[in-house]
């Protein structure tokens, strides 16, 4: 599959695999900013993106600045269809500033096929063990 990406800013970085194998695509900051305790800023990435239909990009967290910084990535649901610049939304959850850098990597894209349902009302669900059992339910320990 192809990746087709454009550079809306000339200092702009191309998403890129860490590793070979991964899962996401890491994404670059293109400009700096301050996201100051509680509060939640839209960060440029000076990029927009093109991946076939049948596909969605899934923006997530960069698990080390999530554990180390409280920083999580919101609204991560990009359509096909897109094509505007991939702006990322992070919350800060901390209780301290957090500065972002030009070049930084802020958050990953994970390019995944999807599967379309078929969406029916019913009156009854099937029954299950779990049934409604859920946000906690099954404890905290195998014990």
Known sequence: MKLFVKKLHPNAILPSYAHAGDAGLDIYS???????????????????????AGYVCLIWDKSGIAAKNGIKT???????????????VMLNTSKEDFKISKGQKIAQALIQPIVT???????????????????????????
């Not at 301050?34 to 509060?39: R, S, V, W």
């Not at 919101?74 to 990322?88: A, L, N, Q, S, W």
Request: hydrophobic share 30%.
């Open 30 to 52: 293109v400009e700096d900013k301050i996201i100051q305790p509680g509060e939640r800023a839209l960060i440029s990435t000076g990029l927009s993106m093109e991946f076939p």
């Open 74 to 88: 919101m609204g991560g649901v990009i359509e096909h269809t897109y094509r505007g610049e991939y702006k990322i």
């Open 117 to 143: 349902a078929e969406v029916e009302e019913v009156q009854e669900l099937t029954e299950t063990k779990r049934g409604e059992g859920g946000f906690g339910s099954t404890g905290l320990s195998k014990r």
